[in-house]
């Protein structure tokens, strides 16, 4: 139990594009998910939680209105990477946690997103 | 400020046992979890550890000490599939993962 899906896995778009990647929950209710981003050899960082239903929380210093999370269903998230440059290039993860099991975080396959 | 230290590589040989361990500081602690991560995968769980003591999975193991701010993953009869990174994360007060940086394990037969 306990799975989560991220698609598309991998992902190459010209710069100036926006890019969306959905996470799915697939076995559970999912009433937080995490967005993480990862860089080449250094560990997770968060960028965002969200609440099915309500607004995200961004961390400090990631930019809202270029990184879109909707939350619309208990089972579903969405990053969108607006008007993605070449640094935005990265390793994309989403998480998700329920109510039955209030600590643990599931983790999605991660998406590979390349901006030429 | 919330700091989680971890050695940043270790290598082992195949067949051995090896120990990871974790110190942290934190706002507050809502569990410690130990996640395995391949290169070029995401994060996948292993072990939760909310109470002190040793947690027994496998071939897989985690301790921990609230007291002393630490912990330890300890792998045995380790395999060449178990080369990766391994990370600790604490679970602060407001139930926000803090990561430490990971630990890249390397097997050699």
């Known amino acids: 139990g306990a799975v989560v899906s991220q698609h598309p896995s991998r992902v190459i778009c010209k710069s100036g594009t926006s890019v969306k990647i959905e996470c799915r929950s697939l076995?559970?209710?999912?009433?937080?998910m995490f967005w993480y981003r990862q860089f080449p050899k250094q560990s997770l960082m968060l960028m965002a939680t969200?609440?099915?239903?309500?607004?995200?929380?961004?961390e400090q210093g990631v930019e809202k209105d270029k990184f879109l999370i909707n939350h619309a269903s208990l089972t579903l998230s969405t990053l969108t990477v607006t008007s993605a440059h070449p640094e935005d290039s990265s390793f994309y993860i989403c998480?998700?946690?329920?109510?039955?099991?209030?600590?643990?975080?599931?983790f999605g396959p991660g998406t590979r997103l390349l901006v030429l | 400020g919330q700091n989680i230290d971890q050695p940043t590589e270790m290598t082992a040989t195949e067949g051995a046992i090896v120990q990871i361990n974790c110190t942290y500081q934190?706002?507050?602690?809502?569990?410690l979890f130990w996640y395995q991560q391949h290169a070029g995968e995401a994060p996948t769980f292993l072990s939760y550890?909310?109470l002190d003591g040793l947690e027994e999975k496998g071939r897989f193991s985690s301790f921990l000490s609230r007291s002393k701010g630490y912990s330890y993953l300890l792998l045995k009869e380790l395999q060449m599939k178990d080369s990766a990174s391994y990370l600790c994360?604490?679970?602060?007060?407001?139930?926000?993962?803090?990561w430490g940086a990971g630990t890249k394990l390397i097997i050699k037969p």
């Open positions: 550890n909310v």
């Open positions: 994360a604490v679970s602060d007060s407001n139930y926000q993962l803090i």
């Open positions: 076995d559970f209710q999912a009433t937080t």
């Open positions: 998480s998700a946690r329920y109510s039955g099991e209030a600590e643990t975080q599931y």
């Open positions: 969200s609440n099915e239903g309500s607004k995200a929380t961004y």
């Open positions: 934190t706002s507050g602690f809502n569990g």
